[in-house]
């Protein structure tokens, strides 16, 4: 990657709690790889986040070597990105105390997603579900990143990152940059197949409810004919038909068909074609993927040096603004 061109940086990161679902790629990681040709990017798998909630620790270092493989399979290149696993790079973790101090509890208190997590996590409410959005903010700022691409889900936690780092400037002077969130026009929230009033979300309990990125086709076609629409028997993207509408998005980003090219094509068509067609189009468009995971998770030291390389020039990128921090707040 070439440093010294100024190109906008976009940052962004995906949890290794689970496979990475198709609401991800689509809302998020397709989006990484064409910023690579326009921007600086960096990338990284989220370890920290992702144990906010219970982890099994065996899982989940399977998870983030996986999940590291799975983003370079999507296309992040380590050519013209930089991609790497969140905790070996430990200014994350740095950054986050310092700005800890500069966020306040009354603006946590309002994330939706520490409502949201709470509320599934009942038994384990802890404080690092709490201040989840202050790392990110660390993620962000470290890199002094321009753009954020991420889903809807996230657009709030980018705009505490601009709180953050409005009032660290006002305090200091320009340390941070002021990040943007970019979040894509079609699927910037793919809905559970299950609740298509509910997010896709990789670590649902129910399998149905989501598509996994390395599901085979079988699977992909039988969730996709499963998933709840309404007995209307009309392919055509209208309020209050949330199946149809999520399933209608899907396709479109994949197919790059607009609503209207999908209406015509399914008129007179019932729910069965259509999901059909949504089903076989969603496995072949995903069967690349699954290929070149696999091939890159047969050699597993080649990705662990991949990541280690990701990690020491990410590290050298973070310790530049974690050192004005210190110097600006007065630690030594
Ligand atoms: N359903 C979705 N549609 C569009 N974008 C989505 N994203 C997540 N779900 C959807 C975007 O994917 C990126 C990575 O997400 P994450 O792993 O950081 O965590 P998340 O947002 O909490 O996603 P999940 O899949 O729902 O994870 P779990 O199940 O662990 O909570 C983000 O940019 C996110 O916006």
Redesign the pocket.
């Known amino acids: 990657m070439e440093q010294n061109v100024k190109k906008p940086i976009s940052l962004?990161?995906?949890?290794?709690?689970?496979v990475?679902?198709?609401?991800?790629?689509?809302?998020?990681?397709k989006n990484w790889v064409t910023f690579q040709d326009e921007c600086d990017c960096i990338y990284m798998i989220?370890n920290l986040?992702?144990i906010t909630?219970k982890q099994d620790p065996a899982a989940l270092r399977k998870n983030t070597l996986e999940a590291f493989a799975l983003i370079l399979a999507c296309g992040v290149d380590p050519e013209k990105s930089i991609a790497f696993i969140q905790s070996q790079v430990p200014q994350h973790a740095e950054l986050s105390w310092v700005l800890n101090c500069y966020a306040q509890f009354g603006e946590m208190s309002r994330m939706t997603?520490f409502k949201d997590?709470s509320r599934k996590h009942a038994d384990n409410i802890n404080v690092g579900l709490f201040t989840y959005p202050i790392l990110m903010a660390a993620d962000i700022l470290l890199y002094q990143a321009d753009v954020v691409?991420?889903?809807?889900?996230?657009?709030q936690h980018v705009e505490i990152a601009r709180d953050i780092a409005g009032r660290f400037n006002g305090l200091y002077g320009d340390v941070f940059k002021m990040p943007t969130p970019f979040i894509p026009k079609a699927?910037?929230?793919?809905?559970?197949l299950a609740d298509p009033t509910k997010?896709?979300?990789?670590?649902?309990d129910n399998l149905n409810s989501?598509i996994a990125i390395l599901e085979d086709k079988d699977s992909i076609i039988r969730k996709i004919k499963r998933s709840v629409t309404d007995s209307e028997a009309l392919v055509a993207y209208r309020e209050g038909k949330d199946g149809i509408n999520n399933l209608m998005t899907i396709y479109s980003v994949v197919t790059g068909k607009s609503f209207e090219e999908i209406e015509r094509e399914f008129e007179g068509k019932g729910y069965g074609d259509f999901k059909l067609a949504v089903g076989e189009t969603v496995a072949d468009y995903l069967a690349p993927v699954k290929d070149r995971f696999n091939a890159l998770m047969g050699d597993k030291a080649y990705l662990e040096s991949l990541a280690a390389d990701g990690a020491e020039k990410a590290s050298r990128l973070a310790r530049r603004t974690l050192s004005k921090v210190y110097r600006k707040v007065g630690l030594l």
């Open positions: 962004s990161g995906i949890q290794p709690t689970g990475m679902t198709l609401g991800n790629y689509i809302g998020a990681v989220a986040h992702a909630v997603q997590k691409p991420v889903g809807v889900d996230q657009k699927g910037a929230k793919i809905m559970s997010k896709m979300s990789k670590s649902d989501f």
